[in-house]
């Protein structure tokens, strides 16, 4: 399972279908097992992209035909956000 | 000719014009200029096109009706009359309603295009494309002054903080602002990093929202690769930019929150996945623990060495058992053995020759079983327990030993 071409949207998904393979009284110990590592990096998954630190906040600055982002200041809060 | 007063010339030119079907009631169109609201009430401007101007005067009592602000290089339709102020020989019009030039028209170019676009298919709701769920980074489009961006950056950033917000600005009124609106949406649909668009601005008059009405700009939005939440203005405003985006947000604000989810859902929902998983995970080894002690105990239970010493005391008592018949078995021999000892020793001829008896037996050395096989003269054979005695039959007497004695 390559995790870091999934959305979370998506990672959350197979997370859902793994519970809900887990649920089936059928499965083996053996493949429970693997279901239940594969949904721990799953949750790890999920988790680091809500872990990300803080998104940055850029504007876009037009001068002679050359495109900069810059830091956006917000009004009424610090410096840099 | 005699002169004439200044006034009396005024008076007649009032007198004509006052006279004049058209100058009597007309309406004009033109845009505001010096504007000025006096402090009696009274309202005085000049209205002007390109070419021409003219002063206009609107007093209160028709003023207070008006349902529109007047400001400086408004463009208007005025209705009234044209008259001479006699004292300053001044021919002004005087205003009596007046309808915002333009908005008619704006309305009506609105409709005329909505249609337009409508028939052409622009606002299926097939053609709208899926909210991302959980953007990376978002691209603004929106006047980089103003509530707008503040409360869109404000609203991401507290519900969804590790989301990055990129911020094109542009106008968002007036002639150019479609343009720079298109070159913005352009600009960040390119961009392979921007997930989802934002565009719109705060609240204003329909005409402040116009530039939301511009065609090309409809069409921009409709070839967008990127999905885009528009929200121009307050709830009750609708946009054609707003008919042809995937989404429409009655406010920027609440574009801002149909963007991103709130973080602290998304912790809750996939925290709740978690314990549902390691639950399973723990009660599933459980289960199997259980079933393994079973099993575990059960192999015990069938343990064949316990089945050897079983089998053992079998054999042992089976053993046991045998030894137990066969001497059952020789205690009767040896019963029977006796018996017949005894027996034999009732018939053994020695305890009659103990007794002082002696057995008989003919010349040929057999017993003398009747008294019938004897003969006189023969001889006879006595068996006594001390030796044999050789004797001779002198006399038989058949009968009892009773009868012998008589």
């Known amino acids: 399972m390559e995790l870091n071409k999934l959305s979370y949207e998506e990672a959350m998904s197979k997370l859902e279908g793994i519970l809900e393979e887990l649920e089936n009284d059928n499965i083996t110990l053996n493949d429970s097992l693997n279901k239940y590592r594969q949904g721990m990096e799953l949750y790890n998954y999920c988790s680091d992209i809500l872990k990300k630190a803080e998104g940055e906040i850029k504007i876009i600055l037009e001068e002679r035909d050359t495109i900069r982002e810059i830091d956006f200041v917000r009004e009424g809060e610090d410096e840099y956000c | ?406």
């Open chain 2, 1 to 406: 000719m005699k002169p004439l007063k200044v006034y009396e010339v005024n008076n007649y030119i009032k007198r004509i014009i006052s006279g004049d079907m058209v100058l009597s009631n007309l309406k004009i169109e033109g845009e505001i200029s010096n504007f000025k609201h006096h402090y009696s009430g009274h309202m005085y401007f000049s209205l002007k096109d390109d070419r021409s101007k003219i002063k206009c005067v609107m007093f209160r009592a028709d003023n207070e009706q008006l349902h529109i602000k007047l400001e400086e290089g408004m463009k208007i339709i005025a209705s009234g009359y044209v008259s001479v102020y006699d004292r300053d020989g001044d021919y002004q019009f005087y205003i009596r309603s007046i309808e915002e030039k333009g908005v008619g028209d704006l309305y009506k170019a609105f409709e005329e295009l909505k249609k337009k676009l409508q028939k052409e298919g622009l606002f299926e709701e097939s053609r709208k494309k899926k909210i991302p769920y959980l953007s990376k980074k978002i691209g603004v489009v929106t006047s980089s002054t103003g509530a707008a961006i503040r409360d869109i950056v404000s609203i991401i950033k507290r519900r969804y903080p590790p989301c990055d917000i990129l911020i094109y600005p542009t106008l968002v009124q007036g002639t150019n602002a479609p343009m720079e609106l298109c070159q913005g949406l352009k600009y960040l649909d390119d961009r392979l990093d921007i997930d989802l668009i934002i565009m719109g601005r705060g609240g204003g008059s329909f005409e402040e929202l116009f530039a939301f009405n511009d065609e090309k700009l409809a069409r921009t939005i409709s070839n967008l690769k990127t999905p885009i939440i528009s929200a121009v203005g307050h709830e009750t405003d609708f946009t054609i930019s707003d008919f042809v985006s995937d989404l429409r947000a009655p406010t920027p604000s609440a574009a801002a929150e149909l963007a991103v989810p709130d973080i602290s859902y998304l912790y809750n929902n996939l925290n709740n996945k978690y314990d549902i998983l390691s639950n399973f995970i723990l009660k599933k080894l459980h289960t199997y623990k259980n079933d393994l002690n079973m099993a575990e105990r059960a192999l015990r239970y069938n343990d064949p060495s316990i089945n050897i010493r079983d089998k053992k005391l079998d054999i042992d008592n089976l053993y046991k058992e045998l030894n137990y018949s066969v001497e059952k078995i020789l205690s009767k021999e040896i019963k029977r053995l006796i018996l017949l000892e005894n027996r034999l020793k009732i018939l053994d001829p020695n305890q009659f020759l103990d007794k002082g008896y002696g057995i008989l037996y003919n010349s040929r050395h057999l017993k003398v079983k009747s008294i019938d096989e004897l003969k006189v003269d023969e001889e006879l054979h006595i068996l006594h327990k001390e030796g044999t005695i050789k004797t001779v039959i002198v006399e038989i007497n058949k009968g009892g030993l009773q009868d012998g004695t008589k």
